[in-house]
């Protein structure tokens, strides 16, 4: 009942939701541009290179909303 009460532990688990979706993309060109000669340089889109800054904030925020769950925040019950 904690954790459906807990409206920090739903932000914590869209995030990491939205984590996982917004890692296709970057996957699939990485899976895509990975054949090929070595000497080849690939051109990395700026859509790829947001996209991971973007995860890397949301990856930044989930353990902080654990740290708020930890001390009790967010709890109405």
């Known amino acids: 009942m904690y954790y459906t009460k807990n409206w920090v532990f739903h932000t914590k688990i869209t995030l990491f ?14 899976i895509k541009n990975r054949k ?5 340089i690939v051109e990395v889109p700026g ?5 991971l800054r973007i ?7 989930i353990p902080l909303l654990a ?11």
């Not at 939701?17 to 990485?30: D, E, M, N, R």
């Not at 859509?47 to 996209?51: L, M, N, P, Q, S």
């Not at 995860?55 to 925020?61: A, D, G, M, N, V």
């Open 36 to 40: 090929g000669n070595s000497q080849e």
């Open 55 to 61: 995860e890397l904030t949301l990856l930044l925020i």
């Open 47 to 51: 859509a790829v290179i947001w996209t």
């Open 67 to 77: 740290g708020l769950m930890a001390h009790g925040v967010g709890f109405f019950g």
């Open 17 to 30: 939701l939205l984590v996982g979706l917004l890692s296709i993309y970057p996957t699939v060109f990485f």
